[in-house]
């Protein structure tokens, strides 16, 4: 019984900058790179079908007039049957006949990777430095051999040439020359599987490729992500990434519903691999008993602000001089000023014929001024001039506890509040000394 598989897949392909075009090719569900689209081309589908075929070529596109890579891929997709042996083994002779051409016309540097669907399981086929990878609940791995890797790390004498080939072979067995096949993979729903050219291959590393994978964006997005990040760090090759996920499976056969061994070990080594990571715990004992000391120590510089600025208020209080009272041409008032009475001057009778003497004026005696006693220990009464304050006024008449006294005084008048007006006379209760 066949199994009808919901498939959403995107590619972009853009030119390297040390190239003059885009060599490279892709085929997705009978869509292919058109002749007449040689930079920056983006393609996405959306197919539900039990058959699915997908390919990512580098150099291999229009080898000879009687060769297209594209043609022979698509008559193998339109012949597709639930045989996945039958299909992979037409992809594998197109790739031969292509891989051949090209080293019959010397050509360098050619590549493919490949992706076969159906009857819900999946196989990748890689050639060059192309690559297939899958990431499946949170596990990101290689689906074909890195010839990449195993070369860098033998040009850097790393590794031997006996350790590149294992290295190259740890994936899948290279059973044609020049292709690396991977086992038969159980497609699961939300399985994602990525296809790259040498190029993007080059230019970011696995571990940056996983964590864009791992974002669980749209195809789209995700390869558009990829090839962007390649050209950003230097990009000189042409870059192609094709991203195919399963949005959903028929899984009516009982494979579907068995456990799969080998997914089941990569997420124990996943995680495995995370609980080795450092961890950093929430100390909330620790975190407490810093806040509380936190806490105290901005109450207590807070309290020692509070102080100084209390006691620099009471030396501010006391220190303020006595107002002194102004004098009459100050508030535009006259003194007035006592004219001596005429004293009557005496008549003198002479008798007449006799010459008289005018009598001495007696000069007059000033009276002594009568100066205010102090009225300490009683009360005195004062009036309010322009400009004062209880306080000003409480310190005319005591000599200290200016504040007591202020409320003496409020008290002595039956005030409720420190308002007072000019002209308003006030009772001095017990004065300590005079105006």
Same mark, same amino acid.
């Given at each position: 019984?066949?199994?009808?598989?919901? =498939?959403?897949?995107?590619?972009?392909?853009?030119?390297?900058?040390?190239?003059?075009?885009?060599?490279?090719?892709?085929?997705?569900?009978?869509?292919?790179?058109?002749?007449?689209?040689?930079? @920056?081309? *983006?393609?996405?589908?959306? @197919?539900?079908?039990?058959?699915?075929?997908?390919?990512?070529?580098?150099? +291999? &596109? /229009?080898?000879?007039?009687?060769?297209?890579?594209?043609?022979?891929?698509?008559?193998?997709?339109?012949?597709?049957?639930?045989?996945?042996?039958?299909?992979?083994?037409?992809?594998? /002779?197109?790739? *031969?006949?292509?891989?051949?051409?090209?080293?019959?016309?010397?050509?360098?540097?050619?590549?493919?990777?490949?992706?076969?669907?159906?009857? /819900?399981?999946?196989?990748?086929?890689?050639?060059?430095?192309?690559?297939?990878?899958?990431?499946?609940?949170?596990?990101?791995?290689?689906?074909?051999?890195?010839?990449?890797?195993?070369?860098?790390?033998?040009?850097? /004498?790393?590794?031997?040439?006996?350790?590149?080939?294992?290295?190259?072979?740890?994936?899948?067995?290279?059973?044609? &020359?020049?292709?690396?096949?991977?086992?038969?993979?159980?497609?699961?729903?939300?399985?994602?599987?990525?296809?790259?050219?040498?190029?993007?291959?080059?230019?970011?590393?696995?571990?940056?490729?996983?964590?864009?994978?791992?974002?669980?964006?749209?195809?789209?997005? !995700?390869?558009?992500? +990829?090839?962007?990040?390649?050209?950003?760090?230097?990009?000189?090759?042409?870059?192609?990434?094709?991203?195919?996920?399963?949005?959903?499976?028929?899984?009516?056969? %009982?494979?579907?519903?068995?456990?799969?061994?080998?997914?089941?070990?990569?997420?124990?080594?996943?995680?495995?691999? =995370?609980?080795?990571?450092?961890?950093?715990?929430? @100390?909330?004992?620790?975190?407490?008993? %810093?806040?509380?000391?936190?806490?105290?120590?901005?109450?207590?510089?807070?309290?020692?602000? +509070?102080? =100084?600025? &209390?006691?620099?208020?009471?030396?501010?209080?006391?220190?303020?001089?006595?107002?002194?009272?102004?004098?009459? *041409?100050?508030?535009?008032? %006259?003194?007035?000023?006592?004219? $001596?009475? $005429?004293?009557?001057?005496?008549?003198?009778?002479?008798?007449?014929?006799?010459?008289?003497? $005018?009598?001495?004026?007696?000069?007059?005696?000033?009276?002594?001024?009568?100066?205010?006693?102090?009225?300490?220990?009683?009360?005195?009464?004062? !009036?309010?001039?322009?400009?004062?304050?209880?306080?000003?006024?409480?310190?005319?008449?005591?000599?200290?506890?200016?504040?007591?006294?202020?409320?003496?005084?409020?008290?002595?008048?039956?005030?409720?509040?420190?308002? =007072?007006?000019?002209?308003?006379?006030?009772?001095?209760?017990?004065?300590?000394?005079?105006?």
């Amino acid at each position: 019984m066949s199994n009808l598989i919901s =498939i959403n897949a995107s590619v972009v392909s853009c030119t390297g900058r040390l190239n003059t075009y885009n060599d490279d090719s892709f085929f997705i569900n009978g869509r292919y790179k058109f002749e007449y689209e040689l930079d @920056n081309i *983006q393609v996405s589908i959306e @197919n539900e079908d039990d058959a699915h075929l997908f390919a990512v070529f580098d150099g +291999l &596109k /229009g080898q000879s007039s009687s060769f297209s890579i594209n043609q022979e891929m698509e008559r193998i997709y339109e012949n597709m049957e639930d045989d996945m042996t039958d299909t992979l083994s037409k992809v594998k /002779g197109c790739f *031969q006949q292509a891989i051949n051409l090209s080293s019959d016309m010397q050509k360098i540097n050619y590549g493919c990777s490949c992706l076969i669907i159906t009857n /819900g399981k999946a196989v990748a086929v890689s050639s060059g430095e192309n690559r297939a990878f899958l990431y499946r609940k949170g596990v990101f791995k290689s689906l074909t051999a890195d010839y990449a890797k195993a070369g860098r790390l033998l040009k850097l /004498g790393i590794i031997t040439d006996e350790q590149a080939k294992a290295l190259s072979k740890q994936t899948g067995p290279e059973d044609v &020359k020049g292709l690396n096949c991977s086992e038969v993979i159980n497609l699961k729903k939300g399985d994602i599987i990525l296809l790259i050219s040498d190029g993007l291959g080059a230019s970011i590393d696995d571990d940056r490729i996983h964590e864009i994978i791992s974002m669980g964006r749209e195809t789209w997005f !995700t390869s558009n992500m +990829l090839v962007s990040e390649a050209i950003k760090n230097g990009g000189e090759d042409n870059t192609t990434a094709l991203v195919v996920k399963v949005d959903d499976i028929d899984e009516e056969d %009982t494979y579907a519903y068995e456990e799969d061994n080998e997914s089941l070990d990569e997420v124990k080594k996943e995680k495995e691999r =995370i609980m080795r990571r450092p961890k950093y715990r929430f @100390n909330k004992q620790k975190a407490l008993s %810093t806040l509380i000391s936190v806490t105290t120590i901005l109450v207590i510089i807070a309290g020692m602000f +509070l102080t =100084i600025f &209390k006691i620099w208020q009471i030396k501010y209080r006391e220190d303020i001089p006595p107002d002194v009272s102004p004098t009459p *041409q100050e508030t535009g008032q %006259t003194t007035p000023t006592t004219t $001596p009475e $005429p004293t009557p001057e005496t008549s003198h009778t002479t008798a007449p014929g006799t010459t008289s003497s $005018p009598a001495a004026t007696p000069t007059p005696t000033p009276k002594p001024s009568v100066q205010p006693t102090p009225t300490t220990g009683q009360q005195t009464t004062y !009036t309010v001039v322009e400009g004062d304050t209880l306080f000003r006024i409480a310190s005319k008449f005591y000599n200290s506890r200016l504040m007591e006294k202020v409320e003496d005084i409020k008290k002595a008048n039956n005030l409720t509040n420190d308002t =007072i007006i000019p002209g308003q006379k006030l009772i001095i209760p017990n004065p300590e000394k005079t105006e």
